[in-house]
T-cell receptor, first 116, second 114 residues
Framework: DTGVSQDPRHKITKRGQNVTFRCDPI?????LYWYRQTLGQGPEFLTY????????KSRLLSDRFSAERPKGSFSTLEIQRTEQGDSAMYLC??????????????FGPGTRLTVL | SQKIEQNSEALNIQEGKTATLTCNYT??????LQWYRQDPGRGPVFLLL?????KEKRKERLKVTFDTTLKQSLFHITASQPADSATYLC?????????????FGRGTQLTVWP
């Protein structure tokens, strides 16, 4: 399967713990995005990478959140000192550098985080 | 800040009919608009993209229109099937930006009954 993959698919943690999610984009997609989605809402933008450079961060991304894409391939999203309000689906998407579908974002299955 | 509204949270129609979903936006001039389908517990799946200089796009049973004067997009599914039941999301893309950030509406949950 050559789609976007995310790991883990589900994560249950206790408040105050740190969690890290991984996203593997479609091969050769140089743009990678993270979104957060809560129940009944649409995805909300968190951050964006072009290759290894993090070009934009939303105000939603507090200092407890950090994202990396060290080699311009996979990306990680870490949440430190988790709070119950962090419970959500975390979605990763990627898009190609050039071509007819540069504005199309291809989403992964998401990581469902539950903070107890 | 921009605001995106999708008509009614839920839409129920009979199989074979045409489903029409609405996306309205304010305080924004998107360069393009996209429609995604999302099934429970899964990530959104891209369906169609329409740019600001386009009026209509079609793909098989799907049709999307884009009226930048009314600040509205309509998404049609003709000859609907129970398999079309899902949540449909409207997303707006930034003008002239290389960033590609999308602004999503809350979605409309479509149910097609036999």
């Amino acid at each position: 399967d050559t789609g976007v993959s995310q790991d883990p698919r589900h994560k249950i943690t206790k408040r105050g713990q740190n969690v890290t999610f991984r996203c593997d984009p479609i091969s050769e997609h140089n743009r990678l995005y993270w979104y957060r989605q809560t129940l009944g809402q649409g995805p909300e933008f968190l951050t964006y990478f072009q290759n290894e450079a993090q070009l934009e961060k939303s105000r939603l991304l507090s200092d407890r959140f950090s994202a990396e894409r060290p080699k311009g391939s996979f990306s990680t999203l870490e949440i430190q000192r988790t709070e119950q309000g962090d419970s959500a689906m975390y979605l990763c998407a990627s898009s190609p550098k050039a071509g007819a579908h540069t504005d199309t974002q291809y989403f992964g299955p998401g990581t469902r985080l539950t903070v107890l | 800040s921009q605001k995106i509204e999708q008509n009614s949270e839920a839409l129920n129609i009979q199989e074979g009919k045409t489903a029409t979903l609405t996306c309205n936006y304010t305080n924004y001039s998107p360069a393009y608009l996209q429609w995604y389908r999302q099934d429970p517990g899964r990530g959104p799946v891209f369906l169609l993209l329409i740019r600001e200089n386009e009026k209509e796009k079609r793909k098989e049973r799907l049709k999307v229109t884009f009226d930048t004067t009314l600040k509205q997009s309509l998404f049609h599914i003709t000859a609907s099937q129970p398999a079309d039941s899902a949540t449909y999301l409207c997303a707006l893309g930034d003008r002239g930006s290389t960033l590609g950030r999308l602004y999503f509406g809350r979605g409309t949950q479509l149910t097609v009954w036999p």
